[in-house]
């Protein structure tokens, strides 16, 4: 209504707007305002600045909504500012005119001389092109329309360290390349969007700040109306870089809180590098991702990067920190995926809190993706010298699964392979849950393409440094799987394949649920859990603490794709050292793979492991324990240090708590053993070590079964085959149900619980006791020289292959230590193999081909059942005792005592022994104990040895086996039931007074101790008739009584004299 009298909002003037004018100035000569009412240029062509009447241009923003608000006075310009160089009397401003966005200015000098006197000029300028400008579009200016800007509008103001922020309802695009160049101390730069934005182009803020801020709430400003339907986004497009110098960087998907539209999406980031801090937040209520494209966040800041959503995290390109030269002065790496949005948000760096509360992160299924698979290039996430954090509800590790170069994927930091002594130290914590405390579940898994490792460790494949920190998993079920090309490993720890540099730090592994690592089927593609890898140079250290349901390690299908629980890995050279704990609610199966090296091991070290291990295994519990080994060279599965070729020591207690059943099975291939102990196939070097005691305290059946193929052998105790050092440490067997040792079907496949083994070139000491069982068995097999032995030694059978062109057993060694085995209600069997050599043993030394200078210790065998010793041959026979070449080399004395329980009973325990068999300590002066019973059954063959004496049941009654006055041996066959069970209580007489501390019991009399017998030698019982059950008690220096097994009783001849006495009784 233009008849109606205008509204008078505002005058702009002197003092007004922070305006200074002067007399002649002619402010408002000329004027222009933008389309939106938002920018107002006035003209004064009478300023002057600089010289008399040069004039100049005044630029103010004003409200369009509220014109009486004082304008704001953005610039002036005039002589001496953007480049103007203006003379007396150009009357610039005499004329001005904007364009409707504001964004081009022309301004008129009519007075100008160029080319002669008045003939005028036109300067345009682009709107902000003056280096003091600040340019603001807020949410309100201009709602409804679209609008462009020039990067010179904003790089302008930006390298002037001004701040710059631009506000839109609904998106913004980069097209163009803001660069800013202010020498590092360019101006903070905010754009803030009511929906998405993209970045199409490059932007440099070159020291300042950028924030990238989508989905603004209603409360930031935002016009309700003016904001479209859609999700909002954040999205930087492949190709593009954002760097901020020292600045830091804040992207962020906002709630969108009170708009009508406030739908959400992803937020996408390619490239950045940031010296400052990086927060890349994705809040919106759609509960999206954040997706880290290919290409890399590189922060060099102290502070750190966080990652947080209320959705997943996807990370297809690297994210790592660089800053810091030592350990703590790196800043944080954080993925927090599943986030509540409220824990930790004024302390986005700090992951304490977040930890702290299971129920701030994994909701929504929030989990973190370390590559999809389709990677162009490898992922790693980590800081060099700080912390690395995940908490999520999975987490996924994958190697590229196409055709690619190095599309590795790393939960670390990756070592930088152009140099050496890339040192990288820093801790990584990962805790898996579901919100709901449920806990989730960590994958790895190696790729098909070359080097295409999964690992969660620092380091990586042919990095070069020492690589450190404590690595902490919370977690459901562990799966790390290699994969199908050479070098795709998955790794729990630091290092890699072909990793030089010393690697340690704490691991520590809480799993509810179960672990499981495989070997691959490509080269290298070795599963393992611990510091080290394929090919190791260097020191792999630090405890390994490890809680889960079902443990399984398996061996892969290729060369050297072992799964292992432990430092080292294959062909790793360096001392690997550490206390491993273990606790399993489920069972521990380790099984080796079906191509050389794919060993499964629970252990420090692996094959050809140059230099020592040591540290404490501990097992706290577990269901089923199963080691098997696997179907080709080598493919051994141990629970111990070392490994085949191995060198140096092997030292560390190994105790198993509390089990069920422990299973061991040699595999079918050369070297596929399965062992519960230190050493392995051909371990040598400088006279190595392999100490330790070994304890089971609680465990049902043990079943140790040589394999089916040369050396696979089973063993309970350090050594192995053909090794060269020795091996020291006590064995208890606390409690257990049965115990079989088997031999295999080939070439020294033997089944020992002892230290020591075929072909071994050293001393083996410590005591062996088995506590409480129930059945022992202890059998040969059909293969050469695959014996089965309880005790100490071994074959001292030469051994030599192509591979390794040395043999064992050349070099006599002494055996030390005393056997205890306690059989609660059940039978000790000793059977002979069929193979040459393959004879069955419980004492130290080898029953056939020893090599002992030295054995030392008695045999105490208490059993409430019965002994059978059934030998197969003269070089396969059952041997209960110590043997070896040189008998006047052992040193100890031999109880055996049958049937503790019943010995009087014809049902009672008996002992069985065939013409290939020997009770046998070497004879005098070892004394040999044998307590029997009255059974009808016993059995002694004419053949079978006692001490050093053949049974033979053609001499006269009254003989001992072929010698009544040997003064060593002593076959007591009489009511023992009030024998103790404390070991002591089982010592030996000596010849002279009769010292054992148990009673004879004789009816119709009083009770005899033997204590009260003065004897100058010892008593000798014996069956001179089996078939018969006579017996005879000889007292040879002195009065004596006859006692004969059956009731009434009558007469006897006195042996000696011809009297005969009355005074029988029934024993």
């Known amino acids: 209504n233009l008849a109606a009298a205008p509204t008078l909002d505002n005058k702009i003037a002197h003092g007004t707007s922070g305006l200074d004018l002067t007399n002649g100035d002619f402010f408002g000569r000329s004027v222009a305002l933008s389309d939106s009412g938002s920018l107002l240029a006035v003209g004064a ?17 004003l409200d369009p909504a509220d014109l009486a608000a ?61 280096p003091q400008g600040n ?99 954040i999205t930087m497009a492949m190709g593009t870089t954002i760097d901020t110098g020292t600045g ?31 927060l890349i937040e994705n809040l919106g209520p759609s509960i999206g991702d954040i997706n880290v494209a290919a290409n890399t966040i590189t922060i060099t800041g102290p502070l ?113 392979t152009s140099q050496n002594d890339f040192n990288i130290d820093g801790p990584i914590t990962v805790v898996l849950s579901d919100g709901s405390g449920n806990p989730g579940d960590l994958t790895a898994t190696g790729g098909s393409a070359e080097n295409a490792y999964a690992q969660l460790g620092h380091g990586g494949n042919e990095g ?166 696997g179907s080709d060279d080598t493919t051994y599965a141990q629970l111990g240090h070392g490994g085949p070729f191995s060198s140096a020591d092997q030292n560390g207690d190994i105790t198993i708590n509390q089990a069920n059943n422990l299973t061991f099975i040699g595999g079918s291939d050369f070297g596929a053993y399965a062992q519960l ?60 149900n049965n115990f079989v040792l088997t031999g295999g079907d080939d070439f020294a496949t033997y089944a020992q619980l002892g230290h020591g083994g075929i072909g071994i070139d050293g001393d083996q000491n410590g005591n062996i006791s088995i506590l409480q069982a129930n059945d022992v068995s202890v059998s040969g097999g059909i293969g050469e020289n695959a014996y089965a032995q309880l005790g100490h030694g071994g074959s001292a059978v030469e051994i030599e292959t192509e591979d390794q062109p040395f043999g064992g057993g050349l070099t006599q060694s002494n055996q030390t230590g005393n056997i205890f085995v306690r059989l609660v209600g059940s039978d000790l069997f000793l059977t002979g193999g069929t193979g040459p050599n393959a004879y069955s043993q419980l004492g130290h030394g080898a029953a056939v081909g020893g090599n002992s200078s030295q054995i030392i210790g008695d045999i105490n065998v208490i059993i409430d059942g019965s002994a059978f010793l059934v030998g197969n041959s003269a070089t396969s026979p059952a041997l209960l005792g110590h043997a070896t070449t040189n008998t006047a080399a052992i040193t100890g004395n031999l109880v055996l005592a049958i049937d503790q329980i019943n010995p009087i009973a014809d049902n009672g325990g008996r002992l069985f022994m065939n013409q290939f068999s020997a009770i046998d300590m070497g004879g005098v002066p070892n004394q040999v104990r044998i307590f029997g019973t009255r059974r009808l059954g016993n059995v002694l063959a004419d053949g079978a040895v006692i001490n050093g004496i053949i049974v033979d049941s053609s001499l006269p009654p009254g003989t001992l086996v072929g010698n009544r006055w040997n003064p060593n041996t002593e076959f007591v066959n009489w009511n023992h039931e009030q024998w103790g069970s404390a070991f002591d209580e089982y010592t030996l007489a000596k010849p002279g007074p009769f010292t054992a501390p148990f009673t004879f019991f004789f009816l119709g009399e009083d009770t005899i101790t033997p204590q009260v017998f003065p004897l100058p030698y010892d008593r000798f019982v014996r069956y001179s008739d089996y078939a018969n059950s006579i017996f005879h008690l000889l007292f040879p220096n002195g009065p004596f009584k006859m006692f004969y097994g059956e009731w009434p009783a009558r007469p006897l001849e006195d042996e000696e004299t011809g009297a005969t006495s009355a005074d029988i009784y029934d024993p």
């Open 45 to 61: 062509l009478g300023d002057d600045t600089g010289g008399s009447q040069r004039g100049a241009v005044y630029l103010l923003t």
């Open 248 to 278: 830091n960087f804040l992207a962020q998907i906002g709630s969108g809180a009170g708009l009508t539209n406030n739908t959400s999406g992803d937020l996408t980031i390619t490239t950045v590098n940031s010296g400052g801090s990086v």
């Open 677 to 736: 102990g230190h050493g392995g196939v051909f371990v040598n070097g400088d006279q190595g070590l392999q100490s330790g005691d070994i304890t089971i305290n609680q465990a049902n059946d043990f079943t140790f079964t040589a394999g089916t193929e040369f050396v696979a052998y089973a063993q309970l105790g350090h050594g192995g085959a053909v090794l060269f050092g020795d091996q020291n440490g006590d064995i208890t067997i606390a409690h257990a």
């Open 464 to 629: 070069d440094g020492n690589f450190s920190g404590a690595i902490m998993i919370s977690a459901n079920d562990l799966n790390f799987t290699g994969g199908s090309a050479n070098d795709t490993y998955a790794h729990l720890g630091h290092g890699g394949d072909n990793a030089d540099g010393d690697h340690s730090g704490v691991i520590t592994v809480a799993a509810t649920g179960n672990l499981l690592f495989m070997g691959g089927t490509g080269n290298d593609a070795y599963a393992q859990l611990g510091h080290g890898g394929n090919e190791l140079d260097g020191d792999a250290t630090g405890n390994i603490f490890v809680t889960g349901n079902n443990f399984t390690f398996t061996g892969g299908t290729d060369n050297d794709t072992y799964a292992q629980l432990g430092h080292g890995g294959d062909n790793a050279d360096g001392d690997h050292s550490g206390v491993i704990t273990v606790s399993a609610t489920g069972n521990l199966t380790f099984t080796g793979g079906s191509d050389r090296d794919a060993y499964a091991q629970l252990g420090h070290g692996g094959v050809d492991a140059d230099d020592s291990q040591t540290g404490n295994i501990n097992i706290i519990q577990a269901n089923n324990i199963t080691f098997m080994g």
């Open 70 to 130: 004082a304008p704001t006075l953005n610039n002036k310009i005039t002589h001496g500012t953007s480049g103007l160089s203006l003379a007396n009397r150009d009357f610039f401003g005499g004329s001005v005119a904007l364009n409707d966005s504001g964004s081009l200015l022309a301004v008129g000098a009519v007075g100008d001389n160029s080319g002669g006197d008045n003939r005028g000029a036109v300067y345009l300028f682009s709107a902000g092109s003056n």
């Open 304 to 416: 750190g990067t966080t990652l947080r959503s209320l959705g997943n995290i996807n990370v297809n390109g690297s994210v790592q920190n660089t800053a810091g030269t030592m350990a703590g002065e790196g800043g944080v790496v954080n993925l927090i995926a599943g986030w509540d949005g409220v824990t930790g948000l004024a302390t986005p760096f700090d992951i304490t809190p977040i930890f702290a509360n299971t129920g701030s992160f994994g909701n929504n299924n929030g989990s973190v993706v370390i590559g999809d698979g389709m990677q162009a290039t490898g992922i790693a996430v980590g800081s060099r010298f700080g912390p690395t954090n995940v908490a999520a509800d999975d987490l996924t590790i994958q190697g590229v699964q196409i055709a690619a170069t190095n599309g590795f994927a790393q939960l670390g930091f990756r070592a930088d």
């Open 135 to 233: 340019l603001t579009d807020t949410f309100a200016t201009n709602a409804a329309d679209d609008t462009f800007l020039t990067p010179a509008q904003i790089t302008a103001l930006l390298n002037a360290g001004n701040n710059v922020t631009l506000q839109f309802n609904n998106d913004l695009t980069v097209l163009s390349d803001v660069i800013a160049s202010a020498g590092g101390n360019g101006g903070d730069f905010t754009i803030q969007t009511g929906r998405s934005i993209f970045i199409n182009a490059n932007i440099n803020t070159d020291g300042g700040s950028l924030g990238l801020f989508a989905n603004q709430p209603l409360a930031a400003g935002v016009v309700d109306t003016q904001r479209d339907p859609g999700a909002a986004v």
